[in-house]
């Protein structure tokens, strides 16, 4: 958890009630299953997309657990 009534991207957001969510799987193959790389928020016709992961040493999104 972190600390967003400050950021102002957010502020719009705070006390807005979310309407929606989806979270998006992909396949991870080195592991086996599949990871949550992204989810999106809905706060009525407005959405926020939160990714889930980490660079890997050629700046590809990979995972952020192992």
């Known amino acids: ?3 967003v009534s400050q950021a102002s991207r957010w502020a719009g957001f705070i006390g807005a ?3 929606g969510a989806v979270m998006h799987y ?3 193959i080195n592991y086996g299953g ?4 992204r989810v999106t928020l809905f706060f ?3 959405r926020v997309d939160l990714l889930f ?3 890997d040493n ?3 999104l990979v995972p952020s657990a192992a």
């Open 26 to 28: 992909r396949p991870w």
């Open 17 to 19: 009630e979310v309407t």
């Open 53 to 55: 992961g980490e660079s």
């Open 1 to 3: 958890m972190w600390e």
């Open 58 to 60: 050629d700046q590809r």
């Open 44 to 46: 009525g016709d407005r």
């Open 34 to 37: 599949y990871w949550c790389s």
